[in-house]
């Protein structure tokens, strides 16, 4: 039980938790150096969305300081200290209509991109009130708001650990009774079809999970990291591979590298974070390391912080394999600036490295005025290359 929640904090792992996938006897492609695309070749511009966290039921001069885990409604009762502002509220509070409509108006009219990565953890945090009804009820209202605002702007989701009820419940597949997790596949493959083909929503109503080739040779893999989450109680009963996720991650992956196709890879949970089962990273570091040449981006949020991660070959830990992506959250629940992310991709041309050789990271500074909210908005990080 330890090392199923605290992870790395438990000096060994029991017995009986340790599983290793084969990979293909097929030989690994020599790692090659990519070098910078040249200055006038097509690019792309990437929008990362995740963890929003809409509270439908945020109220503005609200109690900010409840004793609950989440605060700013009606009944939090009289304010304590400073109310709940009018764009949000950085103490325990999620994202109000209000912030999520004028960050997709703000974006939708200053920010042109070619698609979107929207990675999961859309309810808010008041976790003891919810229901299959409500999480359904936000998924579709924050699913209309990116119809609304980007119409014609292709959206590639992940699934996060927040859309289920309990909440971190992800039952694998053949928990097949009254608490099967059937309403909530069922429910994203009808929300999600709009965007994705039918190959990707047949593995969406498995397991959450899907593959999609966005260009001639470039794919994007979604992955429901829920079968990682160390919460998710329901892996107690069988944590290897849950629903064969990763066996069928290792297949894509060789057929993409069968055709010279590169990848990138989304989700919710950063395999290697604490949240992330101990072993299932460990497979998933065997995965990257055997197909990086394959692999040109990895895309994650969860930990609300606008950061990276860098993977090292488990066989040679002088060898990084990998760099994934952490984007900022929406909500400024417990401390943090509202934020979305842009990357700047290598573009859909032939022989293109598929790689994000830029990014920048809009945050928004707090700042209760009147008006708009996100024009008043400033880069703390200025533009970064990555190459």
């Known amino acids: 039980m330890c090392n199923f929640v605290t992870g790395a904090s438990c000096a060994v792992d029991p017995p009986g938790t340790h599983w290793s996938l084969p990979l293909p006897d097929v030989p690994k492609p020599p790692a090659k150096d990519i070098p910078p695309p040249a200055p006038?070749?097509?690019?792309?511009?990437?929008?990362?969305?995740?963890?929003?966290?809409?509270d439908m039921f945020y109220q503005e001069g609200a109690n900010a300081e409840c004793s609950d885990p989440l605060c700013c409604r009606r009944e939090n009762g009289a304010p304590v200290g400073k109310p709940a502002g009018r764009w949000g509220d950085s103490r325990n509070c999620d994202s109000p209509v209000r912030l999520m409509e004028n960050m997709f108006s703000w974006i939708s009219a200053n920010e042109k991109v070619d698609y979107i990565l929207w990675t999961g953890d859309l309810p808010a945090h008041d976790i003891w009130n919810q229901t299959k009804q409500m999480q359904l009820l936000v998924l579709k209202m924050t699913t209309k708001y990116l119809r609304g605002f980007f119409p014609n702007t292709p959206v590639f989701p992940a699934l996060g650990n927040h859309e289920s009820s309990p909440v971190d419940s992800f039952p694998p597949r053949f928990i097949n009774d009254t608490n099967s997790i059937k309403w909530l596949y069922d429910a994203l493959a009808t929300t999600w079809n709009q965007w994705l083909?039918?190959?990707?929503?047949?593995?969406?109503?498995?397991?959450?999970?899907?593959?999609?080739?966005?260009?001639?040779?470039?794919?994007i893999i979604s992955l429901n990291t829920n079968y990682c989450n160390n919460m998710n109680w329901w892996l107690l009963i069988n944590?290897?591979?849950?629903?064969?996720?990763?066996?069928?991650?290792?297949?894509?992956?060789?057929?993409?590298e069968n055709t010279g196709d590169k990848v990138h890879i989304i989700g919710h949970i950063p395999p290697g974070?604490?949240?992330?089962?101990?072993?299932?990273?460990q497979n998933y570091f065997r995965i990257i390391a055997r197909y990086e040449d394959t692999i040109r981006g990895q895309y994650y949020g969860h930990e609300h912080s606008d950061s990276?991660?860098?993977?090292?070959?488990?066989?040679?830990?002088?060898?990084?394999?990998g760099l994934s992506f952490l984007g900022p959250s929406v909500t400024p629940y417990q401390g943090f600036n509202p934020g979305y992310r842009i990357y700047t991709i290598d573009g859909n041309y032939a022989n293109s490295s598929w790689v994000s050789f830029g990014l920048y990271s809009p945050l928004a500074l707090w700042a209760d005025v009147m008006g708009e909210f996100w024009p008043r908005l400033r880069s703390i990080m200025r533009p970064i290359s990555l190459i």
């Open 308 to 321: 990276m991660h860098i993977y090292y070959d488990p066989a040679n830990e002088a060898h990084v394999t």
């Open 40 to 54: 006038n070749a097509p690019r792309l511009r990437v929008l990362h969305l995740s963890d929003l966290h809409f």
């Open 273 to 281: 974070s604490g949240d992330c089962l101990r072993v299932w990273s």
């Open 239 to 256: 944590m290897t591979d849950p629903d064969n996720e990763l066996q069928w991650l290792i297949t894509e992956l060789q057929d993409a």
């Open 197 to 219: 083909p039918a190959d990707a929503i047949k593995t969406v109503s498995h397991g959450g999970f899907y593959r999609v080739k966005v260009f001639p040779g470039f794919r």
